[in-house]
């Protein structure tokens, strides 16, 4: 794996066996994440784009879900190279919370409501770092400082319900990066959070991103964020990445017609002076997980959709330059503008 | 009354003034109200026949109650509610029944919302019969029939349970409910906060269409002030159950005149990378409804405020043709 690179995640495939089927949430999915940048995964609900997250952290409730196939190539902090998809549980619980770290959309359900948030930093200090308990304490208050939480020291006895959303996922990532780990998962960090507290958020994570120098997965549906806070971005529908670039491209010159369409759907402020009258919908549903549609899991709703081309295979990801990948056959006749609409 | 101020040339379906809601907080042996949380506290707006007016704020602003207690699917505590002129304030429920048909609600969940043991054709026939509308069952099928269509949905889905549907098609189940009994005034109440970006674009065009369609009134709610912008024609912003600012949808975005407003704005993450804007980024937490800070509600995070905003309360008042604010620095964000 190349020098500069954290993460490779090549061909990923996460099912799950249910009563009913297979429901194949994660597809072959590949993607890399280099040192110190942030990666953001957008989609939509039921595209994978948490499955892929857990697999990661190796976290996928089995069963009935297993990882079936793909690697997992991570550079630990003692610069071993490791294939996550293959460790042993007692390696994975060295590497969860001390090299990735991860926090959850709901800091309200992901924090122990029985102990201190002093106790529950500790504990990961505590376990990694091999410290007594009273300098885990004393490391937790100087985390709770670094994420700018008021009187670090008398929060240190508060329990979560004491605790405002905001400040929780501040105890989170407190909590995340105590062990200075050298990649955060942030899987929807701000998406139960008013706007004017999710803005303090977005600024804390860059914040710290600088100092410490962590990579970051971001892990979103909100596009506003991602322009926001990402170098690079990965779009996901139905299990399979459709896309991926650096972040001006996605948004400026979007190749894939799923993305096109998601940029399109968002009402925006900044042109609330010019706007349309209406929204530019994608019509149609999120497929059902169970049968996804032949070839191209997005044909139904795609207004390229050519009969006999994009429902026989399932398109291969390709490079259309710069490293910018699109998983369409037709992304080179839609951006001459040679693919009629239907 | 400055914000009730009527409107000489149009008329109000609904109008609210000094609205106050505060939910008690007992506590001791004799269950004595210890406490008040103010979760409305003197609001006073109306909304225009045939107008979306968005009412946007964070949680805990007290907006979701302020759309319950129009209904009266909460009381008001203080304050009067009137509905195309007539004070529904107090109407006893025989006589409520009557406002009831005129004005409907849109739920935000649409999977808590419908009734999992009742097909779609009973949910939507529901207030129809209810209502004692179009008589007989066969009148209602078609009226039925005639709904799911309106909504983009098939007719043919009238059998089926709630759970064979996605979230945008639960939506459009729980709005042609509303719709079933041909009310003038609704309260969409988030009604595209749990929905999926790309859907959420489908229903708020549905909302678009029907209101230029059947001509309804409806009052927005919502967190995300980039959809009320799209849809309102006026917004009102709510801050710990008051109205900070009002005004024309696009005069709020292209000029706020509140600090409030100004800063949610500023927080609103633009989709596109190239745009790197100076973050007015608020300080701390909204404070407790139970104990709001004295004067200006906002003042505690507000970075213009000054000795004054802690003790006068600062009145809603026009600072240019339809738009008002409540702050007293009048010399500042003009």
Same mark, same amino acid.
């Given at each position: 794996?190349?020098?500069?690179?954290?993460?490779?995640?090549?061909?990923?495939?996460?099912?799950?066996?249910?009563?009913?089927?297979?429901?194949?949430?994660?597809?072959?999915?590949?993607?890399?994440?280099?040192?110190?940048?942030?990666?953001?995964?957008?989609?939509?609900?039921?595209?994978?784009?948490?499955?892929?997250?857990?697999?990661?952290?190796?976290?996928?409730?089995?069963?009935?879900?297993?990882?079936?196939?793909?690697?997992?190539?991570?550079?630990?902090?003692?610069?071993?190279?490791?294939?996550?998809?293959?460790?042993?549980?007692?390696?994975?619980?060295?590497?969860?919370?001390?090299?990735?770290?991860?926090?959850?959309?709901?800091?309200?359900?992901?924090?122990?409501?029985?102990?201190?948030?002093?106790?529950?930093?500790?504990?990961?200090?505590?376990?990694?770092?091999?410290?007594?308990?009273?300098?885990?304490?004393?490391?937790?208050?100087?985390?709770?400082?670094?994420?700018?939480?008021?009187?670090?020291?008398?929060?240190?006895?508060?329990?979560?319900?004491?605790?405002?959303?905001?400040?929780?996922?501040?105890?989170?990532?407190?909590?995340?990066?105590?062990?200075?780990?050298?990649?955060?998962?942030?899987?929807?960090?701000?998406?139960?959070?008013?706007?004017?507290?999710?803005?303090?958020?977005?600024?804390?994570?860059?914040?710290?991103?600088?100092?410490?120098?962590?990579?970051?997965?971001?892990?979103?549906?909100?596009?506003?964020?991602?322009?926001?806070?990402?170098?690079?971005?990965?779009?996901?529908?139905?299990?399979?990445?459709?896309?991926?670039?650096?972040?001006?491209?996605?948004?400026?010159?979007?190749?894939?017609?799923?993305?096109?369409?998601?940029?399109?759907?968002?009402?925006?402020?900044?042109?609330?002076?010019?706007?349309?009258?209406?929204?530019?919908?994608?019509?149609?549903?999120?497929?059902?997980?169970?049968?996804?549609?032949?070839?191209?899991?997005?044909?139904?709703?795609?207004?390229?959709?050519?009969?006999?081309?994009?429902?026989?295979?399932?398109?291969?990801?390709?490079?259309?330059?710069?490293?910018?990948?699109?998983?369409?056959?037709?992304?080179?006749?839609?951006?001459?503008?040679?693919?009629?609409?239907? | 009354?400055?914000?009730?101020?009527?409107?000489?040339?149009?008329?109000?379906?609904?109008?609210?003034?000094?609205?106050?809601?505060?939910?008690?907080?007992?506590?001791?042996?004799?269950?004595?109200?210890?406490?008040?949380?103010?979760?409305?506290?003197?609001?006073?707006?109306?909304?225009?026949?045939?107008?979306?007016?968005?009412? $946007?704020?964070?949680?805990?602003?007290? #907006?979701?109650?302020? @759309?319950? !207690? +129009? *209904?009266?699917?909460?009381?008001?505590?203080?304050?009067?509610?009137?509905?195309?002129?007539?004070?529904?304030?107090?109407?006893?429920?025989?006589?409520?029944?009557?406002?009831?048909?005129?004005?409907?609600?849109?739920?935000?969940?649409?999977?808590?919302?419908?009734?999992?043991?009742?097909?779609?054709?009973?949910?939507?026939?529901?207030?129809?019969?209810?209502?004692?509308?179009?008589?007989?069952?066969?009148?209602?099928?078609?009226?039925?029939?005639?709904?799911?269509?309106?909504?983009?949905?098939?007719?043919?889905?009238?059998?089926?349970?709630?759970?064979?549907?996605?979230?945008?098609?639960?939506?459009?189940?729980?709005?042609?409910?509303?719709?079933?009994?041909?009310?003038?005034?609704?309260?969409?109440?988030?009604?595209?906060?749990?929905?999926?970006?790309?859907?959420?674009?489908?229903? $708020?065009?549905?909302?678009?269409?029907? #209101?230029?369609?059947? @001509?309804? !009134? +409806? *009052?927005?709610?919502?967190?995300?002030?980039?959809?009320?912008?799209?849809?309102?024609?006026?917004?009102?912003?709510?801050?710990?159950?008051?109205?900070?600012?009002?005004?024309?949808?696009?005069?709020?975005?292209?000029?706020?005149?509140?600090?409030?407003?100004?800063?949610?704005?500023?927080?609103?993450?633009?989709?596109?990378?190239?745009?790197?804007?100076?973050?007015?980024?608020?300080?701390?937490?909204?404070?407790?409804?139970?104990?709001?800070?004295?004067?200006?509600?906002?003042?505690?995070?507000?970075?213009?405020?000054?000795?004054?905003?802690?003790?006068?309360?600062?009145?809603?008042?026009?600072?240019?043709?339809?738009?008002?604010?409540?702050?007293?620095?009048?010399?500042?964000?003009?």
């Amino acid at each position: 794996m190349d020098d500069k690179r954290l993460v490779e995640v090549t061909d990923l495939k996460v099912h799950f066996f249910t009563d009913d089927g297979v429901v194949k949430a994660v597809d072959g999915v590949s993607f890399h994440i280099n040192k110190g940048e942030t990666l953001a995964v957008v989609g939509e609900s039921g595209s994978g784009k948490s499955v892929t997250s857990l697999a990661m952290m190796r976290l996928i409730p089995s069963p009935p879900g297993k990882i079936v196939g793909g690697r997992m190539l991570f550079r630990g902090k003692d610069g071993q190279l490791r294939d996550l998809a293959k460790e042993d549980e007692a390696t994975m619980r060295r590497i969860r919370g001390n090299d990735i770290a991860m926090i959850f959309q709901e800091p309200m359900t992901s924090l122990n409501p029985v102990y201190t948030v002093g106790d529950q930093i500790a504990e990961a200090i505590v376990l990694h770092q091999g410290k007594s308990k009273k300098e885990a304490l004393e490391q937790a208050a100087e985390m709770l400082d670094l994420v700018g939480i008021p009187e670090p020291k008398k929060r240190l006895s508060n329990y979560p319900h004491q605790m405002s959303g905001g400040m929780r996922q501040r105890v989170m990532i407190a909590m995340a990066l105590s062990c200075n780990p050298s990649l955060l998962i942030a899987d929807e960090p701000t998406t139960a959070l008013d706007v004017t507290i999710q803005a303090q958020i977005l600024e804390l994570m860059k914040k710290l991103q600088e100092e410490i120098g962590m990579s970051i997965l971001f892990i979103t549906h909100n596009l506003g964020v991602v322009a926001e806070m990402a170098d690079r971005v990965v779009v996901m529908y139905a299990g399979r990445a459709v896309e991926e670039a650096d972040v001006v491209p996605t948004f400026k010159k979007p190749l894939h017609p799923y993305t096109m369409g998601l940029l399109n759907s968002v009402p925006r402020l900044d042109l609330a002076a010019t706007h349309q009258q209406r929204l530019e919908a994608i019509p149609g549903n999120v497929p059902n997980p169970l049968s996804l549609p032949a070839g191209c899991a997005f044909h139904p709703r795609c207004k390229f959709f050519k009969p006999g081309l994009c429902d026989t295979e399932i398109p291969a990801l390709q490079d259309a330059g710069d490293g910018h990948m699109v998983r369409c056959v037709r992304w080179a006749e839609i951006q001459k503008g040679e693919a009629v609409s239907a | 009354m400055s914000v009730a101020a009527p409107d000489t040339t149009t008329t109000h379906l609904v109008e609210v003034t000094h609205l106050k809601k505060w939910f008690p907080i007992r506590g001791g042996i004799l269950s004595r109200v210890v406490a008040n949380v103010k979760a409305v506290n003197d609001v006073s707006f109306g909304v225009k026949k045939g107008e979306v007016l968005g009412l $946007v704020g964070e949680s805990g602003s007290g #907006k979701t109650t302020v @759309g319950r !207690t +129009i *209904l009266r699917l909460i009381e008001p505590t203080e304050g009067s509610i009137r509905f195309d002129g007539q004070d529904i304030t107090h109407l006893p429920k025989n006589q409520l029944r009557a406002y009831r048909r005129r004005m409907q609600i849109i739920f935000q969940d649409p999977f808590a919302s419908l009734n999992p043991r009742m097909t779609v054709g009973d949910i939507i026939a529901e207030p129809l019969v209810i209502h004692n509308l179009e008589g007989s069952a066969k009148a209602r099928n078609e009226r039925v029939a005639e709904l799911l269509d309106l909504v983009g949905l098939n007719a043919e889905h009238v059998r089926r349970y709630p759970h064979e549907f996605s979230g945008g098609q639960r939506q459009r189940i729980g709005i042609a409910r509303a719709l079933a009994v041909r009310p003038e005034f609704i309260v969409a109440d988030e009604p595209v906060s749990a929905l999926d970006v790309s859907i959420q674009a489908q229903v $708020v065009n549905l909302l678009q269409d029907l #209101k230029e369609q059947l @001509g309804l !009134t +409806i *009052l927005f709610i919502a967190h995300d002030l980039a959809v009320v912008e799209y849809i309102s024609d006026r917004v009102a912003v709510m801050y710990l159950g008051k109205i900070m600012e009002l005004a024309p949808s696009r005069d709020l975005y292209l000029n706020p005149r509140h600090p409030y407003t100004e800063a949610l704005l500023s927080a609103i993450p633009t989709p596109d990378p190239t745009v790197k804007r100076e973050r007015i980024v608020l300080q701390g937490d909204i404070p407790s409804p139970i104990n709001p800070p004295s004067g200006c509600v906002f003042r505690t995070r507000c970075r213009y405020a000054i000795a004054e905003c802690a003790t006068t309360v600062p009145e809603l008042k026009e600072v240019a043709p339809g738009h008002f604010k409540a702050c007293i620095r009048d010399d500042i964000l003009n």
